[in-house]
């Protein structure tokens, strides 16, 4: 009897093992699609704190939305969302020529103080800065506050959370002077600078390594 009731549990645990295989393999690819997009988005964010002595006045983060990001960002709302290749084509023109035309950035910043954050005011108490190595500064041509009810934010852009605030941040390509787009093929690393009277931060991104 022992040995009848040992063999139909061997039976069971065998007819079982296909379907937790595909669970299995259905996770996997599901993690996958979305790493691909994270892995991207992790690379292209920077975060910083901005004390005045031991006190934290700013924690801001930003992913500079460059082509790479971009495409990977493309790849998985179109995935999310099983767009047809006629409409993700023209997302990626879409894209293609904001990122010509603008240096973006998603960013989000939190402050004890609700009346500090104020990025998207003309007269904040903040001023952003987009610098590359050779000396160039430009100045945002945009700043908008997004809306925090927004879902897709905090799916897409996962370090956001529930106290801070995100804007979208736009730069032109080229500086007034420049014939050379910002940053340039020669171009090592930018700079997002954060400055005002509670303090001075940066969020560096290296280029080309």
Excluded: H
Excluded at 47 to 52: C, L, M
Excluded at 116 to 131: A, C
Aim: glycine share 6%; aromatic share 14%; net charge negative.
């Amino acid at each position: 009897m022992r040995a009848a009731s040992s063999l139909v549990l061997r039976y069971l645990l065998i007819l079982a093992m296909p379907a937790v295989f595909f669970l299995s393999g259905c996770a996997a690819r599901t993690l996958t699609e979305e790493d691909a997009y994270l892995k991207v988005m992790n690379a292209w964010t920077r975060g910083v704190k901005v004390y005045e002595g031991l006190e934290t006045k700013l924690y801001a983060s930003a992913t500079y939305k460059g082509i790479a990001f971009r495409e990977a960002y493309i790849g998985r709302y179109a995935k999310d969302n099983q767009l047809d290749e006629g409409y993700a084509m023209a997302l990626r023109e879409r894209e293609s020529e904001l990122s010509e035309k603008y240096n973006e950035f998603f960013f989000t910043a939190y402050t004890p103080m609700d009346k500090w954050n104020d990025f998207d005011d003309p007269s904040s108490i903040w001023k952003l800065y987009l610098e590359d190595g050779s000396g160039a500064r430009l100045a945002p041509v945009s700043i908008a506050r997004l809306d925090a009810s927004d879902p897709l934010l905090r799916e897409f852009f996962p370090y956001m959370d529930l106290w801070s605030t995100a804007y979208t941040v736009k730069f032109p390509k080229y500086s007034e002077t420049g014939t050379e787009p910002i940053p340039g093929a020669n171009t090592k690393s930018m700079r997002l600078v954060i400055t005002g009277v509670l303090g001075k931060g940066e969020l560096v991104w290296k280029l080309g390594e």
